[in-house]
């Protein structure tokens, strides 16, 4: 069966420090992944979506990046932390192929703090 | 208007009631329709996926589809304290890359 791991489960970073959110499948190959920023409260925003290694497409423009150095492995990152990054992120994945009607699962969320 | 619209409550109720949970979409090209269910703190879990109209049953959970009217359900029988969470309506537009449009969650408290 499929696994989707996302790490730290929380965090807590100082304005203009780096980030690093690692998310990782397994169980499955190729598979589509997705970041997510939730708002207390609010929906899910989508972030960033791959369909391969190496590529990357981003929804909304922001302090944000997205990588995705192997198939199952995907990074979100920024160089400089703003406050507004606080959030719930949540990552993603579903089957790829050209199912485009296939549900996501998710992993359990990083919480992260901007202080 | 948003594609996907969803009371976001919360919703109380006591245990052993039928919970009835509702979105509604402007877009009739919507054939998959899909409910998750997200614990405070924990990512959405896939609870029910459903194609085209009609009704789908798993255990207390029944999920129902109306595209006449564009309107998706889910109902929950005999509420339990444990099915407290937040319950969020998602489906794929037409288009590739599987993406999903979410409706902002309706957040439920069953309380004994």
């Known amino acids: 069966s499929q696994t989707i791991h996302q790490w730290p489960a929380t965090l807590v970073q100082p304005v203009g420090s780096p980030l690093s959110l690692e998310c990782t499948v397994e169980?499955?190959?190729?598979?589509?992944l997705y970041w997510y920023r939730q708002a207390a409260g609010r929906g899910l925003q989508l972030l960033f979506y791959?369909?391969?290694?190496?590529?990357i497409s981003s929804e909304v423009p922001q302090n944000l990046s997205a990588s995705r150095p192997q198939d199952r492995q995907f990074i979100l990152s920024s160089k400089k932390l703003l406050l507004s990054d606080s959030g719930f992120y949540l990552c993603?994945?579903?089957?790829?192929?050209?199912?485009?009607?296939?549900?996501?699962?998710f992993g359990d969320g990083t919480r992260l703090s901007i202080l | 208007q948003k594609e996907v619209e969803q009371d976001p409550g919360p919703l109380s109720v006591p245990e052993g009631a039928i919970v009835s949970l509702n979105c509604t979409y402007s877009?009739?090209?919507?054939?998959?329709f899909m409910w998750y269910r997200q614990y405070s703190r924990k990512g959405p879990e896939l609870l029910m996926y459903?194609?085209?109209?009609g009704n789908k049953e798993d255990g207390r959970f029944t999920a129902q589809v109306d595209k006449s009217s564009k309107y998706i359900s889910l109902f929950i029988r005999d509420s339990q304290p444990s099915d407290s969470a937040t319950y969020l309506c998602?489906?794929?537009?037409?288009?590739?890359?599987?993406?999903?449009?979410f409706g902002a969650g309706t957040r439920l408290a069953v309380h004994p």
């Open positions: 993603a994945w579903s089957l790829s192929g050209g199912y485009s009607n296939q549900p996501q699962h």
């Open positions: 877009n009739s090209a919507f054939q998959y």
């Open positions: 791959s369909v391969g290694i190496g590529q």
């Open positions: 169980g499955t190959s190729n598979p589509n």
């Open positions: 459903t194609y085209s109209s």
């Open positions: 998602a489906m794929p537009p037409s288009g590739g890359y599987n993406k999903l449009i």
